[in-house]
């Protein structure tokens, strides 16, 4: 008998674009933590930066995002998804790209290019991916 339920799995649908579809953004991960911190330190005083990053704690995953125009903090959000048990961090880095974006579009205003600084390669990698994966309708809203 197994010992999973499967009403309480996670239902999957497919993917909204078809396999080997470019997206419409680029991701780009530096070399180094070095070069990321120098990169950063350069455009952080004349840009505008949107941080993106979440984490469990006590039992909770959470996600947040800061937005900074010119090296000033404007605005930020924060959400708590819910449990541990019922969610995981991967989840909860998506949601916080999806609270970037909304202050992208509806603080700063819509711009050409947005810069959106994740510290999680495999969630940068994700964007890229047209597969099948954990958390699809998270990764399809984002899109």
Not at 32 to 44: A, I
Not at 73 to 90: A, I, S
Request: contains cysteine; aromatic residues 8%; positive net charge.
């Amino acid at each position: 008998m197994a010992k999973f339920k499967p009403e309480e799995m996670e239902k999957m649908n497919a993917t909204r674009q078809w396999p080997g579809t470019m997206p419409n953004f680029s991701t780009f991960i530096m070399e180094t933590k070095e070069k990321s911190v120098e990169n950063n330190n350069k455009l952080f005083p004349i840009s505008r930066m949107i941080y993106t990053d979440s984490s469990g704690y006590k039992g909770a995953i959470g996600a947040a995002a800061v937005a900074f125009v010119n090296g000033t903090k404007t605005v930020e959000l924060r959400y708590q998804l819910g449990l541990d048990t019922r969610h995981m961090v991967f989840k909860g880095e998506l949601v916080a790209i999806i609270l970037g974006l909304h202050l992208s579009c509806n603080v700063i205003g819509i711009r050409e290019h947005i810069n959106l600084n994740i510290d999680n390669q495999v969630t940068i990698k994700t964007m890229s991916n047209n597969c099948l994966q954990s958390a699809q309708y998270l990764i399809d809203e984002i899109k």
